[in-house]
């Protein structure tokens, strides 16, 4: 099993895209599962010769020389998603920042929103040409295949006042949804249908996922499952350790203690997954 990020090198298209994984599973007689949890990033797989299928929670992938090239995409998953790969799989997954697919797309990223992990082929060459860069064993060339063609694809588009009102979710301060549509001049009722048109959900379970995101990262190379979990609510821009346990459950289905037995850091802790039992 291989895995790594692989940083986005251009300052311009890092605004919108972090980067993307480089997964390959090359022994077929052992299955690989692990869980993916909220985030408001979205996520774009390509895989090559693999079918996916998407059963209530779970998504199962498999080696199939019957489909030489597929994408999916994964946007606002709101539980636990369990997947697995059966067989030899490559995939190259694209993690997109918020707001930051919007940039490319023709239309709003709630034309492309599906509940469940589904086909995205959103340009007329976008099959034929992520399939050329999937095939490409050198990582750096692999990067400028990358960045070349969504910089090919990046529109002239504004989106000031919900790149504030995300900072003002993400920031240190707490700041109401109300406060956030006043200070911009719009109503509440605005706000969220931009929200929903744009990020595919509202701004209220926008922050509740930035707190959990921001959890894994204040712990991603310290994990301390004891005596840890005072100083990590308030690290992480919770209220309390009430309300902290309460959201973590609701994403993951398990509690803090419970999650950070199953979590492994890769990558002096730059790549987190959780694997089930």
């Known amino acids: 099993m291989y895995f790594k990020f692989v940083k986005t090198k251009s300052e311009v298209l890092g605004r919108y895209l972090d980067g993307f994984y480089i997964i390959e599973k090359t022994d077929p007689d052992k299955d690989l599962r692990y869980i993916v949890f909220s985030s408001n990033r979205v996520i774009i797989s390509l895989f090559r010769q693999a079918i996916v299928d998407v059963v209530d929670n779970g998504v199962n992938i498999s080696e199939s020389t019957a489909t030489p090239f597929l994408s999916i995409q994964i946007m606002a998953v709101r539980e636990p998603l369990y997947v697995q790969y059966k067989g030899r799989i490559r995939e190259l997954a694209l993690c997109f920042r918020p707001l930051g697919l919007n940039y490319f797309l023709n239309g709003t990223l709630k034309q492309y929103y599906q509940k469940t992990p589904s086909t995205f082929e959103p340009f007329t060459d976008f099959k034929e040409v ?31 006042l919900l790149e504030n009102a995300i900072n003002s979710l993400q920031s240190e301060e707490e700041i ?23 990020l595919c959900k509202t701004p209220s379970h926008f922050r509740k996922i930035h707190r959990f995101r921001n959890t ?31 959201d973590f459950k609701s994403i993951t289905g398990m509690t803090p203690s419970r999650f950070f037995e199953q979590q492994l850091s890769f990558e002096n802790g730059q790549i987190s997954w959780v694997f089930p039992d």
């Open 130 to 160: 992520m399939d050329l860069i999937l095939r490409e064993p050198d990582e750096t060339i692999l990067l400028e295949q990358v960045e070349d063609y969504w910089l090919s694809r990046l529109q002239q588009k504004k989106f000031s």
């Open 216 to 246: 894994l990262k204040n712990r991603v190379d310290k994990l301390k499952i004891t005596d840890s979990l005072t100083s990590l609510t308030y690290e992480s821009l919770f209220y309390d350790q009430s309300h902290f346990i309460k």
């Open 176 to 198: 109401s949804v109300q406060q956030i549509a006043d200070e911009a001049g719009i109503s509440r009722q605005h706000l969220f249908r931009l929200f929903e048109r744009h």
